[in-house]
Nanobody, 125 residues
Framework: QVQLVESGGGLVQAGGSLRLSCAASGRGFSTSAMGWFRQAPGKEREFVAAINWSGGDTDYANSVKGRFAISRDNAKTTVYLQMNSLKPEDTAVYYC??????????????????WGQGTQVTVSS
């Protein structure tokens, strides 16, 4: 069982930066693939970034590649999402997720079993 709590969301102007954190508790974090997803009003939840169990492999949605960076600290059982050059279209609720079955990076919501409550990110133009 893994519990996830996101933090770090907020309101920022276009071009600004935010760093999201996802604190995990429970067993299994250090062997689990982790991901960040987002959901804007009226839209489906979409993949943003993923990281494998060791942090040695990452994957990104094309829309955020070069602007966002995912990382993890297994000693602190925390995963991060550094978001730079933010755009209004990045506005969404951002969710952290942990896989129960996979250690390698995954892009589908179906590959993740544990989810946080979400944190709102709003980018003004």
């Amino acid at each position: 069982q893994v519990q996830l709590v996101e933090s770090g969301g907020g309101l920022v102007q276009a071009g600004g930066s935010l760093r999201l954190s996802c604190a995990a508790s429970g067993r299994g974090f250090s062997t689990s693939a982790m991901g960040w997803f987002r959901q804007a009003p009226g839209k489906e939840r979409e993949f943003v970034a993923a990281i494998n169990w060791s942090g040695g492999d990452t994957d990104y949605a094309n829309s955020v590649k070069g602007r966002f960076a995912i990382s993890r600290d297994n000693a602190k059982t925390t995963v991060y999402l550094q978001m730079n050059s933010l755009k209004p279209e990045d506005t969404a609720v951002y969710y952290c997720a942990a896989s129960r079955l996979y250690s390698s990076t995954r892009k589908s919501t179906h590959d993740y079993y544990y989810w946080g409550q979400g944190t709102q990110v709003t980018v003004s133009s």
